[in-house]
């Protein structure tokens, strides 16, 4: 079965750090690959998304991630983090036929501190 | 344009009662999804509209969870005989098209259910 994981739990990083937030897939295929940001109290905001063609994405606030076939990894980063990116992140893949939801990891929480 | 909304943002009940959760997708999107989120599970695929098509349920937990979509719009999530285990946020999406995965979804903020 399908499955996404994003090994880290929660994540702490300085003001002005760079980043990186780890997503591992498991499908027979390569999916369609997402990233979405869910700030406090929000739902869900489509960060970027990857389809096929160029493996480096960019998306939006300064976020790009690198699709890997051979490690099966989407890993979202960032240069220079901003305090204003403490959020939840949630890596998901969608098969590329038929029509199904979207498969969600189980998050990981980015604090940022001064 | 609007985006997704969903009423009520926060729901309190009590262990038992019924309860309908409401949600308005973007004009003209044809898809529509009902998510959950709780602690320690994630976000978990409950059902999915697409067009005049049979709903996909094969996300529902029970037969306690049913969902309907009137007039290709608005959709409706009713949970019966509450449990606590019901406690979670609600999140509902749409998208444009056939619900591919060519096709982005767009998050509406939730409904908090807690039951008590």
């Known amino acids: 079965a399908q499955s996404v994981t994003q090994p880290d739990i929660h994540i702490t990083v300085s003001e002005g750090a760079s980043l990186e937030l780890r997503c591992n897939y498991s499908?027979?295929?390569?999916?369609?690959l997402f990233w979405y940001v869910q700030s406090p109290g929000q739902g869900l905001q489509l960060l970027l998304k990857y389809f096929s063609g160029d493996t480096l994405v960019q998306g939006i606030k300064g976020f790009e991630a690198e699709f890997k076939r051979s490690q099966s990894s989407f890993n979202l980063r960032k240069p220079s983090v901003h305090w204003s990116d403490a959020a939840e992140y949630f890596c998901a893949v969608a098969p590329r036929s038929g029509n199904t939801p979207l498969v969600f990891g189980k998050g990981t929480r980015l604090s940022v501190i001064a | 344009g609007a985006g997704v909304s969903q009423s009520p943002s926060n729901k309190v009940t009590e262990k038992g009662k019924d309860v309908e959760l409401r949600c308005d997708p973007i004009s003209g999107h044809t898809a529509l999804y009902w998510y959950r989120q709780s602690l320690g599970q994630g976000l978990e695929f409950l059902i999915y509209?697409?067009?005049?098509?049979?709903?996909?349920k094969s996300g529902l937990p029970s037969d306690r969870f049913s969902a309907e979509r009137t007039g290709g719009s608005v959709s409706t999530l009713t949970i019966q005989r509450t449990q606590q285990e019901d406690s979670a946020v609600y999140l509902c999406?749409?998208?444009?098209?056939?619900?591919?995965?060519?096709?982005?979804?767009?998050f509406g903020p939730g409904t908090r259910l807690t039951v008590l």
């Open positions: 999406a749409s998208s444009w098209t056939s619900g591919s995965g060519t096709d982005t979804q767009y």
């Open positions: 499908y027979g295929a390569t999916p369609y």
């Open positions: 509209f697409q067009g005049n098509s049979a709903p996909d």
